[in-house]
C-alpha cells in the first residue's frame, strides 16, 4: 500500500490544489487544517485523512505530531504549506508578529522534520520534504518583513534537511510569487500585480500542483528551489 503525504494547510488555496490532485491520483493523503471549512469536508468525502492543528503553538505542533504517528507509520513525502501573511502594518506588537511568522514557518517544519523523519525511511526509494517558501525569500518585502525573513529561514531549512536526510529523502522548495488572486482583489489591482512578472499572467493553483509532482517524481533533485515567478526577478 502507498504511504500517505503529509500535507500542512491543505484546505485551502495552493494546499487544496495539490491535495485534490493527489487523491485523483489514488494517492493516500493526510491534510491539517486550522478552521472548520466546506473544503475539509470535502477531502474527507474524496479519502484523505484530516488533522485539525493550530501550528502557532508548541502544544498545537506536538498534538498534530502524535496524530500523524497514530495515524500512520510511514510517509511518502511531507508538503509543508500552512501559512499566514500578517503584516507590520496589521500590527503594533511587532515582536508578536515576528515570533508568530517564525513559528509557522520555520519553527513548525524544522520540528515536523526531525519529529517525522523515521517515517520517511523507505525500504525502497526516494521519499520527499517539500517546502512551500515565497518568491520574497530572496528579494525581501518591505510590507511584510517579517513574513519574509521566516519564508528565508524556510529556505535555509531546505538547505539543511537536504544534506541531514541525504540519500533517502529528497528535500526541496517550490518558492511562488502571484500565481492566484483573492476573490476580494480589486481590478486596478490584478492589472497592477500582473505587470510585474515578464510573462504578466496569474497562473492559478496549478503550476504550483504541476511543481510538487515534478518534485515527487525526480530522481536526482535535491536542496534546490523551483521559483514560479513568471520572471518577476528580471523586472
Known sequence: MTAPILITGGAQRL??????????????????YRSEKPSVTELIASG?????????????????????????????AIVHNASDWDQESGS?????????MMQVHAKTPYRINLALQELLNQPSGFTDIIHMTDFVQDKGSKKHIAYAASKAALHNLTLSFSALLAPKVKVNS???????FNEGDSEEYRAKALQKSLLQTCPGSSEAVKAVNYLL??????????????GRHLK
Open 174 to 180: 517550490v518558492a511562488p510569487a502571484l500565481v492566484m
Open 15 to 32: 494546499g487544496l490544489a495539490i491535495a485534490k490532485d493527489l487523491l485523483r491520483q489514488n494517492i493516500p493523503v493526510i491534510i491539517t
Open 92 to 100: 503594533d506588537d511587532y515582536d508578536a508578529l515576528f515570533n508568530k
Open 48 to 76: 484523505a485523512h484530516a488533522i485539525h492543528a493550530d501550528f502557532a503553538t508548541k502544544k498545537g505542533v506536538d498534538a498534530c505530531i502524535n496524530k500523524v504517528r497514530e495515524h500512520t507509520q510511514s510517509l511518502r
Open 217 to 230: 517524481n525526480s530522481e536526482y533533485i535535491t536542496g534546490q528551489t523551483l521559483h514560479l515567478n513568471g
